[in-house]
């Protein structure tokens, strides 16, 4: 069989900004993506079917030979759900409720062609529909990957200086842990291959930590929380997905948030992810071009792809932030911060595309990275989306 997993239009929409730069299943929550999550249970590879100006990036893969089993790249896998899609005949599509979970079909696109419906009713589905579901449903997600990752495996073995409560905690080899208070009462703890736990640091799970992301010294991780791949965090996070390649190094809070990949976020910045009142907190929807009701009383701050922020910047309650925005200055930011702005409080001026190539090119070669044609193509078509759509004047 060939699997193939795609963007459900509306989905794709409400999760703006963070699907300008990707796929859906490109998305964290947990320990691993969301295609790395079916790709493991399936024991296949997967190709994605999404945005032509991403395609480049992220190729699909159609068969003419063998069974296409197009996948909603939202939905998150299990056993039961990964053994049921792998039941379906040629034209049966797996559904629950209203939802497609999956489709079975020879021709060359999902949508050709009549399907019969199969019912999964069998046990609860883990779904990112919304911006706020990636921090929401982290716990969940996060726990699913622990049994998935670590199951009748071994934990290395760590240092006496550091102190570790409780039994859910899984350390990969050659991560680097000393003096570091680590308490998996409340959740599984994660820690990946080549991390780096510095001294003071205390995490409270659920929490992950993967591949190369540093805990810098006296953090504060408070879950359900993940740590991208090659992030360097510091100061206090709480129930926060970071993506990966991004970096919030020094002291500051953020809490209740959503951080792309190649992120900055200077020192002392904070986010609030509470209104004085106590009341709902309302976001910024790309998909209706208005602020929505989350239904949240905690809700922090979503950045997407290569933003960057100044030292002691201060996000709202409830704050957007597109792709490769730069933002500094004194006050606190308007809510919903388009891509490729330049500035903060006191107004923004746009971001030229050829500024913000150059600074991606340079925060890649510091991971040692190419920033190939395929991301800069990708930066090329927001911007002059951003700029068409009149965000910004151009």
Request: hydrophobic share 35%.
């Amino acid at each position: 069989m060939n699997y193939i997993l795609f963007d459900e239009p509306e989905v794709r929409a409400q999760l703006l900004p963070l699907t300008f730069t990707r796929p859906v299943c490109e998305i964290r929550p947990g320990i691993m993506t969301i295609r790395e999550k079916w790709e493991s249970e399936l024991g296949e590879a997967t190709s994605v079917h999404t945005e032509r100006y991403l395609s480049g990036k992220y190729p699909i893969s159609v068969s003419v030979r063998e069974d296409n089993i197009w996948i909603n790249g939202s939905i998150l896998p299990s056993s039961l759900l990964v053994k049921a899609v792998k039941s379906l005949k040629v034209n049966e599509m797996l559904v629950t409720g209203n939802s497609l979970i999956a489709k079975n079909s020879r021709e060359r696109r999902s949508m050709d062609g009549k399907f019969k419906r199969v019912e999964f009713n069998k046990e609860r589905l883990l779904k990112i529909e919304r911006l706020w579901d990636i921090f929401v449903k982290n716990g969940d997600a996060l726990k699913d990957d622990f049994q998935r990752l670590c199951h009748g495996r071994k934990s290395a073995a760590v240092s006496k200086t550091n102190t570790l409560l409780g039994k859910d905690i899984f350390i990969e080899k050659g991560a680097k842990l000393e003096c570091a208070i680590i308490n998996s009462g409340s959740g599984p703890v994660y820690i990946g291959k080549d991390c780096e736990i510095m001294e003071g640091a205390v995490i409270k799970g659920p929490v992950a930590v993967c591949s190369g992301a540093v805990i810098k010294a006296g953090a504060k991780i408070y879950g359900p929380t993940t740590i991208g791949p090659y992030s360097k965090v510091g100061g206090e996070v709480n129930n926060s997905v970071i993506f990966g390649y991004s970096n919030k190094a020094h002291d500051g809070f953020l809490g209740n948030s959503v951080i792309g990949e190649w992120c900055n976020l200077g020192a002392d910045t904070n986010n609030s992810n509470l209104k004085n009142n106590y009341s709902e907190v309302k976001m910024w929807s790309y998909k209706e071009q208005r602020e929505v009701e989350t239904g949240l009383t905690f809700c922090g701050l979503i950045m997407g792809d290569h933003s960057k922020c100044g030292i002691n910047t201060m996000f709202n309650t409830g704050t957007v932030v597109g792709v490769s925005a730069n933002i500094f200055g004194a006050g606190f930011p308007k809510k919903h911060i388009p891509s490729f702005s330049w500035g903060g409080a006191g107004g923004t001026n746009v971001y030229r595309l050829a500024d913000a190539c150059e600074t991606a090119q340079r925060v890649f070669e510091r991971r040692k990275m190419s920033f190939g044609r395929e991301d800069r193509q990708i930066l090329s078509h927001l911007h002059a989306l951003t700029i068409r759509q009149g965000k910004l004047k151009g």
